[in-house]
């Protein structure tokens, strides 16, 4: 028995998807077992990079949902709509669905699984978060019998470019985004990448999976990294840090004993040690790096987007599903596949947050302005770990500090109040560290 897959989208996973199950030689056997029976495009006439019969193609995306002979939907067009109703029709019409869409999944993701599983069909999402990397299943399964502490992840390739090229070359942001740009490693629109939001998606869906519960988007603190700048990187440098746009989902450690763990769900640029795992992650790669009792720490690291990496994803979840179709008689559902979280997570502020921070000021070239500083951060309990005075261009001195771990409501209030001193220029720029 065979199963058939309707494919929405043909686009560059997509592709990648068709030419897996085309070429099912030296591949898992059951793939054998699976047969592409309508693929919808947006334009039928469209010259592409596989020789797909031309029978099988349509614009007709909701006849592919709705198809009585399809047993898999796999969605690949991206974007919000129409690839939210057509998972929800397809899950209406008893299909089970795989999709790369962490945008939908991250939104959404609550009304698609109770339509799925009131459906007993299953929503599967490997690809969505990562690429080619498997991690979403290992949170489901292998590392399912762990208490997960945290996940920290370099999820998004471009960003990570970017960065890394920054830190090679000396080079300022905006330039480095528009060769990025030229070479086909950021959008147009880089909005979604630089910013933080796409990072944001992909570790709701991570934080959702590890810690067993729905996550609001809006309740993850997001910024990107626009505000890098290549000062930053340097000084970085020389304090043994590189500087990585981080999504990071943490255990509260301040609510370990109370009835309620509170989580941090929060992206942004930060601080890497040189001496951690994920200070060596460069270009387009991801890692993601999760810590639990009693596993201690694991590493997943590989390609985090491309056509053969994601689609690679995308068949191992069309896979899954139908090994589970090979042995179930009748819908029911799998309790390491299925997702059943009913409750939302309770997140902690971003004030309550206990981290280090690096800061660089602009001041008049006084004597007595480092003094100053620490009587003013010691006066709201920041402790710092280290002051690097560099020298005085233009008449201001640049001075960089890097606390040890404080509350960031009292590291916040400290900085309002140097703010205003008169020996202060500006606060160019204000970093977490990790």
């Given amino acids: 028995m065979g199963f058939k897959i309707g494919l929405l989208g043909l686009g560059t996973v997509g ?24 693929v919808g495009v947006r334009d039928i006439s469209k010259t592409r990079d596989i020789n797909l019969s031309s029978d099988i193609l349509t614009t007709d995306l909701e006849a592919i949902a709705t198809d009585p002979q399809i047993d898999i939907i796999v969605e690949l067009i991206g974007g919000l709509e129409p690839a939210r109703s057509l998972i929800l029709k397809a899950i209406a019409h008893g299909k089970h669905v795989v999709t790369a869409n962490k945008a939908v999944i991250s939104r959404y993701g609550p009304e698609i699984f109770e339509a799925a599983n009131e459906k007993g069909v299953y929503v599967m999402l490997e ?37 890394t090229r920054m830190q090679k070359e000396g080079a300022d942001f905006a330039d480095v985004l528009a060769d990025a740009q030229n070479l086909g490693y950021a959008e147009a629109d880089p909005t979604a990448d630089v910013d933080g939001l796409d990072a944001k998606d992909k570790i709701a869906i991570l934080a959702s999976l590890a810690f067993g519960g729905l996550i609001k988007l809006e309740d993850i603190h997001c910024e990107g990294i626009r505000q890098v700048t290549a000062a930053d990187i340097a000084y970085a440098d020389r304090l043994d840090f590189v500087i990585k746009l981080l999504a990071i989902a943490k255990c509260d450690p301040n609510s370990i004993n109370s009835t309620t763990d509170k989580l941090q769900l929060r992206v942004h640029p930060t601080l890497v040690p040189k001496t951690h795992p994920l200070a060596s992650i ?24 491309g056509s053969g990496p994601t689609a690679s994803a995308v068949v191992s979840d069309i896979m899954s599903i139908a090994a589970i179709l090979k042995t179930e008689t009748e819908p029911i ?26 800061a660089r000021f602009l001041t008049k070239d006084h004597p007595g302005v480092i003094g100053k500083l620490g009587t003013f951060f010691g006066s709201h309990d920041v402790s710092l770990e280290s002051v690097v005075q560099t020298g005085v261009h233009d008449r201001l001195a640049e ?29 160019p720029s204000v970093l977490r560290v990790l």
Avoid: W
């Avoid at 030419?19 to 699976?34: A, C, D, F, T, V």
């Avoid at 762990?146 to 920290?152: A, E, F, P, W």
């Fill in 127 to 163: 690809a969505a978060v990562g690429g080619g990397i498997p991690v979403i299943q290992p949170l489901k399964e292998s590392l399912g019998v762990n208490r997960i502490h945290s996940v920290i992840g370099i999820i998004n390739g471009t960003t990570n470019y970017i960065l």
């Fill in 282 to 305: 460069n270009d387009v790669y991801n890692a993601i790096l999760i810590e639990g009792e009693p596993i201690g720490q694991v590493m997943f690291f590989g390609p985090g987007a």
């Fill in 15 to 38: 592709i990648g998807t068709a030419k897996i199950l085309l070429s099912p030689e030296g591949r898992h056997p059951l793939i054998q077992e699976l047969e592409i029976h309508r």
């Fill in 333 to 358: 559902a799998h309790p390491l596949l299925s997702c059943t979280h009913q409750h939302y997570c309770e997140t902690a502020s971003m004030a309550e947050l206990v981290t280090r921070f690096y």
């Fill in 399 to 427: 001075i960089v500090v890097v606390t040890h771990d404080v509350k960031e409501g009292n590291f916040r209030q400290a900085l309002e109040e140097i703010q205003s001193l008169d020996v202060i220029d500006s606060i």
